[in-house]
């Protein structure tokens, strides 16, 4: 765990160094495209010149400069499977953002879906030394809470305090100066695996960046696809990527609950070409331009050609209805709304008062999959997209691009993490010193 | 929902079953990214785009220099340009006319100057001609001016000599204020300046002046004024006659003096010196002969008594 603090930490100096210093690129590594925008923060003076309050309400303090998407390769499942490829991928993002941008940038933030997340919900409390809770408190609480055993290998990738406990007044945001004797955290730890983040870092490297931050694109999509009060009322945003569907479920403006489901809108295009007998090419092009959820009588009327390159005269000139496709699509994507269910009722999603569903990210495109994902999640569906931020090219505004938006957002108002509380060093250091006093003095 | 619309697929290579599809990596190489981001540093984007074009600007410039003969050949060029725009006949000085000079004058600066014409107006040196000119003891101050039509005016304003004043060294023409202005070698060059002589008689020249002016009734008989011992004047006539004046009111007792030698003819006489520096008591002194012959008369008479 101490380690983990000293890095997270050292992540989070880099980053206000970059933030300082005006640029910071931030980075989706996703199944299907890695995106990437780069960011020049001003300072608050430029952004609000000659309005009463900034646009975005003080959100755009930062403005893209560049941004460019390229097709991901080398990456399954939102984890990078070939280190060659996929650092291939992220230079030419990088490069082109760059390229874009006219400016050479060191430091970047990347967020990404796999690493099989799982999330905790722990509990800490300690009694105040004095009468008032003391800031470094809240590092003693947060230091005292109890961990579970995350399992081999796991590292955690996010820990937000969610909510502080005096006594008897829950939900306080912010203890410090308050009389009172017991404090108690609420703390979310959300782990993946640890070969995750040190692949990212690994190639982050060999791409000649220093690795300033690193996010689940489940969480930040969250930030750009929800609304204000959707964070706090409670709603769970359903980040449909290619290779993986991300559960951020959000509370009292905190992340309260976070997985994922190991399918995606890859799964239905091998679907429809295992189906259909096509390229995944052809199928990914047929299921773009095609694609739907909800067949009508007219779909069995309208045809399209199988386009293929085999060679075999026939094979290529076949015809299937649009309700044959629906037919390959519409299971599949059941099957994961259904799986997302599961999550959420595990997690107890029913209990919140505000039961919103926001579909995003770029499988969420598919026509009709706000009325599918009604009748299996809930009816408080809607589709979600990112918002708008300075500078950001209208190419990159569709669901898809809520990840890396939602990170840009995240780099330039990040909320509180364990990591960002002084923790007192004794606390960290001292005990295997004191364990080994302790014994000294027992034993002579 | 979208429609459908029929679009074909474009596939790679479908133009002909020969033709070789190079399907190339779209990341770009190591090198190529690592050199991208070289070039998007501030630094080195300022060392390549103004430091090094500066640095061999600065070194080939020193190249071609650091050889004579190129610096010899640039100066060459330099002065071949100059050449060419000095000789333009708009800036050829092609005569020189001076102004408000004597006739001396004029040919002392012509002497001096005449040859350089037709000059161009590049070459010469206007502030050394007028310091030469103006270093000429007679010139007050003088002008140069150009002139379209190539014509160099020389516009002077001269001292007129007043006086000639014989020392030792010779003779030299004096303005009123008893500046030498021009040493000359004969008396007879200007006749008309009247002639003063002896140590510091330039100092006195309104003195001078009022005397030759109280002499005007002798005045073919004036031959000069000598300053005495720094103090007085003599007045000597022709034949070798001199009146000798006191120090103060003199010229009124030149008046007095003249009255009185015309009254009694003392000029015609064998006088030597008429002296005035009593005026109370005027003395002369006869020449040798005369004193001889009077001595002479005088014996006689006493003789003549005694007999």
């Known amino acids: 765990m101490n380690d983990l603090y000293q890095t997270q930490r050292a992540m989070r100096a880099m980053r206000k160094a970059a933030i300082q210093r005006g640029v910071i690129a931030v980075i989706d590594v996703g199944s299907s495209k890695v995106a990437c925008l780069i960011l020049r923060f001003d300072g608050p003076s430029n952004v609000s010149s000659g309005e009463v309050i900034g646009s975005m309400a003080g959100?755009?303090?930062f403005r893209v400069i560049g941004a460019s998407t390229t097709k991901s390769r080398g990456i399954r499942f939102g984890e990078i499977e070939s280190m060659a490829e996929t650092e291939r991928a992220i230079r030419t993002a990088l490069q082109a953002a760059q390229k874009m941008a006219l400016v050479r940038v060191d430091h970047v933030i990347a967020c990404f879906s796999g690493g099989a997340p799982r999330s905790y919900g722990v509990f800490g409390e300690i009694t105040t030394e004095n009468a008032v809770v003391a800031s470094h408190d809240i590092g003693r609480v947060l230091v005292a809470c109890d961990l579970p055993d995350f399992g081999e290998n796991r590292a955690v990738l996010h820990a937000h305090p969610i909510n502080f406990t005096l006594d008897d007044r829950s939900w306080m945001s912010d203890p410090r100066g308050h009389i009172g004797q017991k404090l108690s955290v609420d703390l979310h730890i959300m782990t993946v695996k640890e070969r995750t983040i040190l692949n990212l870092n690994h190639c982050m490297r060999?791409?000649?960046?220093?690795?300033?931050?690193?996010?689940?694109?489940?969480?930040?999509?969250?930030?750009?696809?929800?609304?204000?009060?959707?964070?706090?009322?409670?709603a769970a945003c359903i980040d449909m990527g290619g290779g993986s569907t991300g559960i951020s479920v959000f509370f009292k403006k905190h992340l309260i609950f976070a997985d994922s489901v190991r399918l995606g809108g890859d799964h239905v295009t091998s679907d429809i070409s295992m189906g259909l007998q096509i390229p995944t090419a052809a199928a990914e092009r047929i299921k773009t331009l095609y694609g739907g959820t909800m067949a009508t009588g007219m779909d069995d009327r309208e045809i399209i050609e199988t386009d293929g390159s085999s060679g075999d005269w026939e094979h290529d000139r076949r015809q299937v209805s649009r309700s044959e496709l629906i037919g390959i699509i519409r299971p599949r994507m059941e099957?994961?709304?259904?799986?997302?269910?599961?999550?959420?009722?595990?997690?107890?999603?029913?209990?919140?008062?505000?039961?919103?569903?926001?579909?995003t990210g770029g499988a969420s495109q598919i026509p009709g999959i706000?009325?599918?994902?009604?009748?299996?999640?809930?009816?408080?569906?809607?589709?979600?997209?990112p918002v708008r931020v300075?500078?950001?090219?209208?190419?990159?505004?569709?669901?898809?691009?809520?990840?890396?938006?939602?990170?840009?957002?995240?780099?330039?108002?990040?909320?509180?993490?364990?990591?960002d509380f002084e923790v007192p060093q004794s606390q960290l250091i001292g005990r295997p010193v004191r364990r080994a006093v302790r014994w000294f003095r027992d034993n002579w | 929902m979208q429609p459908v619309k029929y679009k074909p697929m474009e596939h790679a290579g479908s133009s002909g079953v020969d033709e070789m599809v190079l399907v190339t990596d779209p990341a770009p190489s190591v090198l190529s990214y690592r050199m991208q981001r070289l070039w998007l540093t501030p630094m080195f984007r300022a060392l390549v785009r103004v430091a090094l074009p500066a640095f061999a600007i600065a070194m080939l410039?020193?190249?071609?220099?650091?050889?004579?003969?190129?610096?010899?050949?640039?100066?060459?060029?330099?002065?071949?340009?100059?050449?060419?725009?000095?000789?333009?006949?708009?800036?050829?000085?092609?005569?020189?006319?001076?102004?408000?000079?004597?006739?001396?004058?004029?040919?002392?600066?012509?002497?001096q100057f005449g040859d350089l014409f037709p000059i161009s107006a590049f070459e010469l040196d206007f502030e050394s001609m007028r310091g030469w000119i103006e270093d000429i003891a007679s010139v007050e101050h003088a002008t140069l001016i150009t002139s379209v039509g190539g014509l160099l005016s020389v516009q002077i304003k001269e001292i007129k000599p007043e006086f000639m004043w014989r020392n030792?060294?010779?003779?030299?023409?004096?303005?009123?204020?008893?500046?030498?202005?021009?040493?000359?070698?004969?008396?007879?060059d200007f006749p008309h300046f009247p002639l003063i002589a002896g140590k510091g008689a330039t100092d006195h020249l309104d003195e001078a002046q009022a005397l030759i002016v109280t002499a005007a009734p002798i005045s073919e008989r004036l031959r000069g004024l000598v300053r005495i011992g720094e103090r007085r004047w003599d007045l000597v006539l022709s034949d070798g006659q001199t009146i000798a004046l006191p120090e103060d009111n003199a010229a009124q007792v030149l008046a007095q003096?003249?009255?009185?030698?015309?009254?009694?003819?003392?000029?015609?006489?064998?006088?030597?010196?008429?002296?005035?520096r009593n005026p109370r008591r005027p003395t002369l002194r006869l020449r040798p002969q005369a004193l001889a012959g009077l001595k002479q008369v005088k014996s006689m008479i006493s003789s003549e008594i005694a007999k």
């Open chain 1, 59 to 61: 959100q755009s303090s």
């Open chain 1, 206 to 234: 060999r791409c000649d960046f220093e690795l300033a931050g690193v996010a689940s694109s489940a969480y930040v999509s969250a930030h750009s696809a929800l609304v204000e009060d959707e964070q706090e009322l409670g």
């Open chain 1, 335 to 359: 099957e994961i709304l259904e799986d997302v269910r599961d999550r959420l009722d595990v997690a107890g999603f029913d209990n919140l008062p505000g039961k919103q569903i926001v579909l």
């Open chain 1, 370 to 385: 706000d009325g599918l994902a009604a009748r299996i999640l809930g009816q408080h569906v809607r589709l979600g997209r």
């Open chain 1, 390 to 419: 300075q500078g950001l090219p209208q190419a990159a505004t569709s669901p898809a691009f809520s990840g890396v938006v939602g990170l840009a957002l995240n780099a330039a108002n990040p909320q509180d993490e364990w990591w």
């Open chain 2, 61 to 111: 410039c020193w190249m071609f220099l650091s050889k004579v003969e190129n610096r010899d050949y640039l100066n060459g060029l330099v002065l071949e340009a100059h050449g060419v725009v000095q000789n333009q006949p708009v800036h050829q000085l092609q005569t020189l006319t001076i102004e408000g000079a004597s006739l001396l004058l004029k040919d002392e600066i012509r002497a």
């Open chain 2, 168 to 188: 030792v060294a010779g003779l030299h023409l004096v303005s009123s204020n008893g500046k030498l202005l021009r040493t000359v070698n004969q008396r007879s």
């Open chain 2, 257 to 276: 003096a003249i009255v009185m030698s015309v009254a009694q003819d003392l000029f015609e006489r064998d006088i030597l010196l008429i002296d005035f």
